[in-house]
Structure formats: C-alpha cells, structure tokens
T-cell receptor, first 114, second 114 residues
C-alpha cells in the first residue's frame, strides 16, 4: 500500500537560513511524488513533482526537492528561507493503481522567523 | 486561465439543514476530486470522478453525503441532513488524465454547522 510520512509537525527556521521539510514514502512500483503548499484560507498550490530523471527537482518560489530512492525520501529544500514561506506543506505520492489519486502526508507547518 | 472555482466560500447553517457545495473544474480537466480538511483528521479524499463518472466514493463518511457531476464543468457535494461534525473546509481539485499531472485545488468552502 502507498503511504507518505512527514515526520515533523512543525519546522522553525530563521529568515535567510536554509530550510528542509522532510518526507518519506512507501510505494509499489515507480514513485510519482509531489509537494504542495497551503497558505491561510487558500487551497493547496502545486510546488513541484518528481516523475523520473534527475534526482534534484526544481519548482516554484525557489524550492527544490531531492529524490533519494535508497532512503525512500523526497525532502523539500530551499537555500534561503523567507518569512513569506511560512505555510503548511504537504508531500504526496500518486496512487499506483492509477486514476491520478494522490496520497497526502499529514502536513508540516513551516515557520520562518525574521 | 481561471482556476478551480468553488462556491460558496463560506457557509454557516443550522444542524439538520441541507448543504450544497459547488465546484467548477478547470476547463479540459478529466478528473475531479472532493476533499475535506479538518484539524483532527487532516486532508481526506471523499470522492473522485473521471470523465464525470464516480470512480471511488469510499471516502464519503456517511450516506448523508452525496456528490454528482452532471457535466464536465460542474460538480456538487451535498450533505443532508447536516451535523456539527461536518464542519470543515471542503476542497475541490481537478487534473488532466495524464498520470504525472498535478491536481489543481480551489480555495475551498469553509462550512460551519451550528
């Protein structure tokens, strides 16, 4: 069965410092992995995805994610955090049974302090 | 392009009343998903459609919940009768058929049942 784990409920980082939001997954077959961000009173916004190819994926707003097959991880990263990056972040894996169904993690709240 | 449009954005009603939530997916998208988000349970997939046909409604919590998609540009989620525990933010999302395409979310309907 497919599953996604986000081990941290909250991540705190100072503005200007690098940030990492962790995600591990369990899938049968090739993983299709996604990161979404949710700002207050808004829907989830797509940030980036890994389908195949380079293990380092670049996305919106300066975010990137590193796919590590041996560690079954897909951590979200940014070299220099902004206060405006403070939001709720979701990792998701696409259900291998098809139908474009996503399995979401519980979410990690990122707080960037000035 | 217009994104996924949901209405109303906020709904407050009394227990026992019928509630209808509406969604207009992005034009051309073949999949439509309904989610519910609460603090306690996180993001839950309720039901999804492919080409207007319901594929999986196993996430619908009770028979009080029903969803329809009469055409490619409109879907409804109905709760009858509503209960206080149905209070949540309900999201609609849509995507293309291709398996590596992300889901695009609306900004949700915040539902409060008194």
């Amino acid at each position: 069965a497919q599953s996604v784990a986000q081990p941290e409920d909250q991540v705190n980082v100072a503005e200007g410092n690098p940030l990492t939001v962790k995600c591990t997954y369990s899938v049968s077959g090739n993983p299709y992995l996604f990161w979404y961000v949710q700002y207050p009173n808004r829907g989830l916004q797509f940030l980036l995805k890994y389908i195949t190819g380079d293990n380092l994926v670049k996305g919106s707003y300066g975010f990137e994610a590193e796919f590590n097959k041996s560690q079954t991880s897909f951590h979200l990263k940014k070299p220099s955090a902004l206060v405006s990056d403070s939001a709720l972040y979701f990792c998701a894996v696409m259900f291998s049974g098809g139908y474009n169904k996503l399995i979401f993690g519980a979410g990690t709240r990122l707080a960037v302090h000035p | 392009d217009a994104g996924v449009i949901q209405s109303p954005r906020h709904e407050v009603t009394e227990m026992g009343q019928e509630v209808t939530l509406r969604c207009k997916p992005i034009s051309g998208h073949d999949y439509l998903f309904w989610y519910r988000q609460t603090m306690m349970r996180g993001l839950e997939l309720l039901i999804y459609f492919n080409n207007n046909v319901p594929i999986d409604d196993s996430g619908m919590p009770e028979d009080r919940f029903s969803a329809k998609m009469p055409n490619a540009s409109f879907s409804t989620l109905k709760i009858q009768p509503s209960e206080p525990r149905d209070s949540a933010v309900y999201f609609c999302a849509s995507s293309f058929t291709s398996v590596n395409q992300p889901q695009h979310f609306g900004d949700g309907t915040r539902l409060s049942i008194l």
